[in-house]
């Protein structure tokens, strides 16, 4: 991958697009409003980190591809081509991105079992996840979660038709949201999940003093909160109900929310 344009100078970072969601009322639009955003972004974004559920759902498979996306998709693509570093970080619902993406869009793809991993950016340390992971999980969770990576079973599921999985798979996401409205995430940021995010962003920065930012997404919601007197956690909200990301210029990060009619 080229080294970014002297011009780009921002890092930003986004999560929870969730796209292609069967309960999104228009998925076309909601798709456009993101690559809107990106194209906004693309000329002084030096670096983009997408931390997860960017797809409602996807699963690659050898010689096909699922439909949609290609607004988004060569959006990313022509980011990459003209040098933005992009990296995206595996989530709980586009848990299947294997190779087709990283190498047809020239971008690097992150599963991380442990979390999240260390970033330095311009001289500052940042700890980036999705944010499922954060702490001791249920136990049914981590069940759900081992089959679901799974090699044998991933390749025994490539195996039906995506006619029967991907109406299954998206059918099974918009159940998860216990019929609520597709304009009010479902709350997944109990006390119990800030509980064990919190204490394991204390054990994350007594691991590294210099760790500045912990940044993930997963839990819907926008919370810029400090871990300490050196370090900060940044929770990244979603695109559901709100066009939330961040961007770091070098020496500060910064929550922000996005509307069509502003720059950035």
């Not at 920065?205 to 760790?211: C, G, N, T, W």
């Not at 940044?215 to 871990?227: C, K, L, N, R, S």
């Amino acid at each position: 991958m080229s080294a970014p344009h002297a011009s780009r100078t921002l890092t930003y970072f986004l999560s929870d697009i969730h796209l292609g969601a069967g309960y999104m009322p228009d998925r076309i639009e909601h798709e456009k409003k993101v690559t809107a955003f990106l194209q906004a972004i693309a000329p002084r974004a030096a670096r983009l980190y997408l931390l997860g559920d960017i797809l409602d759902y996807w699963f690659e498979y050898r010689t096909v591809v699922p439909r949609g996306y290609v607004r988004f998709f060569g959006q990313l693509a022509a980011m990459a081509d003209a040098g933005t570093e992009i990296v995206w970080f595996i989530g709980n619902h586009d848990i299947w991105l294997f190779d087709y993406l990283r190498d047809e869009l020239g971008i690097r793809i992150v599963d991380s079992s442990t979390g999240g991993i260390p970033v330095t950016i311009d001289g500052i340390h940042f700890f980036l996840g999705h944010g499922d992971t954060f702490g001791r999980q249920p136990a049914a969770y981590r069940t759900l979660r081992s089959i679901f990576h799974n090699r044998m079973l991933q390749k025994l599921y490539s195996g039906i038709h995506p006619r029967w999985t991907i109406p299954f798979a998206h059918g099974w996401s918009s159940h998860s949201r216990k019929g609520k409205s597709a304009t009010v995430p479902a709350p997944v940021f109990t006390s119990k999940a800030r509980a064990a995010t919190e204490v394991f962003a204390r054990s994350l920065s007594a691991a590294d003093p210099e760790l500045r930012y912990i940044v993930i997404g997963h839990h819907h919601v926008a919370i810029d909160e400090p871990v300490n007197s050196r370090c900060r956690l940044i929770i990244l909200g979603n695109w559901i109900d709100r066009s939330s990301y961040a961007v770091f210029d070098g020496s500060s990060l910064e929550l922000k929310e996005w509307s069509r009619e502003q720059n950035n």
